[in-house]
């Protein structure tokens, strides 16, 4: 700025300046945020004023100053940054004054002091004859009452970044701030501000004053402004754990508190900021984000197809893949179905495939139960061999009308509860006759009847009975002979016990409801039909959770060997919702020497013991671990670093062709002590 021209606007930006200083109650006040001093090719002038009028005099309002090439020859444009409800302002934030007219009031002899004086003089003192909003005109000339509630309900959506930048304010974000202007003009008041915030009689004023530019950024909707009050919260942090008397005085404990919530605010304001662009179109403020959530911000954005982008935000917030990434591919495949171009159905199932198949965690089930309602059976049908549970896989081929491939899955996989539902399907869908001839061409068949009252049980299971022994299946006959025993034991228990349903369930249900409230008959039953231990223990400790009996489980718990492991025990109280139970089994005073070492790290995730879970996970030299690790706990970024590090020395490690070499070396060295 060598010109005259640059010069003549460079003073005026410090006669802008010294309006703050002034202080002078009578005079205008305003605050200089930007210049182009500081943005050398840019032509824009930001600053906020400080009205005296009632409402307006509650608030600090962002004005713009764009300087054109003509000036000063020409006036400068001048418009809102912050919203106001004014007759002179437009909704574009545009102001009517007299002294903006270029060849009226304006003059080349007209300073930016003078624009902002009879811009604040404006709203102080509005004229209807000039409106620029008829209707708020004539509100503001014929019911002022409403009026005046309706500019007052404006002013206070602003009213935590007025605390901040009121010149008079005495909060201490508002000392903050100028705090960090003083630093970042070379002000040693910046330092004795900071000294009065450490010395604050108030409970951490440095904290308090850093948590209030955060808020005053969460509700500032200009990004420039947002930054500026951001700058001022990352000033203060850094000077949390410093005493300025006194350096080597402790450290705050909230310094990590604050640095998380600085990092969250600094994402989320980055996203809304990326969701105004022109390509998204989706205006949403920060206190409508923390309300809506992050899961259907990314559901409005599926909606609008706009698939890429959601992925970006998912990986931008780090969220778990099933209600993320995972989701959007989901969404993705669904689109791909319903496209109307798309009619090849083969063609639709391998493109679903060839991009899906390899990523873990994709619920393909949604994806086929989606293709099943549009009747496109072909892509059913074809991604039913991609990894999906074997139940939903048997209830899409009933679905189908697949019977037989459906009770041939069940049989296989030797789970009797699983093949009886199959038959009950079968048997409701089909006459009883052709039923049985299905059941006599089986040739081994884990059978449990579900039948309505007791005298037609007795009839029909002997009856099967009879007919799986004259068909030389002498198993299967065993088995129904096993139900019949079941059943008369269920109609025993019951005179037994009184205001006890226990016809038609199976064994391990009977049990389970025995061990709710009667367990020495449980214990009886279990010993009548040589329930081994493992299934047992299974079904003792899901009872124990739904009777909410947690002092037992954890007696139960003690015992000295399980055959089952004890992580059952933790993913059970999970399940439950109970994590302080959950944690007791992590107690390494206790249940150290049962837990199995090489599962101390997933367990210790699972009940969100961080710290644990990250040094036993590296102590075991275990990439899946520390995976596992950062896909079901809450990290902060410390924690994610050290994952992060800790990963990529155990990859080094696994890509060092010597390693076995330390192996050897480290067993001799153990050998030798």
Known sequence: MASPHSLRILKEIEKLRNLAADTNPSSTKFILD???????????ILGRILPKSQPYNQVAFQIEMKLPIEYPF??????????????????????????????????????????????????????????????????????????????????????????????????????????????KYENQMSEMLLNQLKSSRSTNGLEEAVKECISAASNEHDPSIQKILLKAALFGRAFLCVNLNNPKNSIRPTVSLINDLCTNVIRDLRLINNLQHINISMPITYKQFELIGSRILIDRLLRRNLHEFATSVTKLLRMPPEEGENRILV??????????????????????????????????????????????????????????????????????NDKEEALQKALSCGDTDLALFVLMRIKASEPL?????????????????????????????????????????????????????????????????????????????????????????????RKDFNVNDKRYWWIKIQAYAKKNAWTQLLEFGKKPTSPIGYEPFVDVCIRSQKLDEARRFADRSIYSSKLDDERLPFIFAKVQMV???????????????????????????????????????????????????????????????
Request: charged letters at 30%; proline letters at 4%.
């Open 34 to 44: 930007t210049t182009p001093v500081e943005n050398p090719g840019s032509n824009i």
């Open 74 to 183: 020409k006036p400068p444009e001048v418009r809102f940054i912050t919203p106001i409800y004014h007759p002179n302002v437009s909704e574009d934030g545009k102001i009517c004054v007299e002294i903006l007219n270029s060849g009226e009031s304006f003059k080349p002899t007209t300073t930016l002091v003078d624009i902002v004086k009879a811009v604040v003089e404006r709203v102080d003192n509005p004229s209807v004859e000039h409106a620029l909003q008829a209707e708020i005109g004539a509100e503001y000339s014929q019911n002022r009452t409403a009026f005046d509630r309706k500019a007052l309900e404006m002013v206070k959506k602003h009213d935590e970044v007025f605390n901040v930048f009121d010149l008079l304010s005495s909060t201490p974000g508002a000392k903050l701030y100028s705090a960090y202007m003083d630093y």
């Open 331 to 400: 969404q993705w495949a669904v689109q791909e179905l319903v496209n109307p171009s798309n009619t090849n159905e083969e063609a639709i199932a391998d493109t679903i495939k060839t991009r899906l198949s390899g990523i873990p965690g994709i619920p393909f089930i949604d994806i086929i139960e989606e293709a099943f309602k549009l009747k496109k059976y072909t892509v059913v049908r074809r991604l039913l061999d991609v990894k999906i549970s074997l139940s939903a896989q048997i209830d899409i081929l009933l679905k189908l």
């Open 433 to 525: 006759s052709d039923y049985m001839l299905r059941l006599q061409r089986l040739k081994s068949l884990p059978l449990k009847l579900h039948l309505q009252t007791t005298s037609d049980q007795k009839v029909e299971l002997t009856s099967a009975s009879k007919l799986f022994r004259k068909a030389k299946n002498e198993t299967v006959a065993q088995l129904v002979d096993d139900e019949a025993r079941l059943i008369a034991k269920q109609d025993e228990l019951e005179k037994k016990l009184y205001n006890v349903q226990l016809k038609g369930l199976s064994l391990v249900d009977t049990l389970e409801i025995l061990l709710i409230n009667f367990e020495k008959d449980a214990d009886t039953l």
């Open 611 to 673: 710290d644990e879970a990250i040094n036993s996970a590296i102590k075991l030299k275990s990439i899946e671990a520390l995976n596992f690790i950062e896909a079901k706990c809450h990290l902060s970024e410390v924690n994610l670093t050290k994952i992060r590090q800790s990963r990529d020395k155990i990859q080094d490690y696994d890509d060092n062709p010597l390693k076995n070499v330390f192996k050897i070396f480290n067993r001799g060295n153990r050998a030798d002590e």
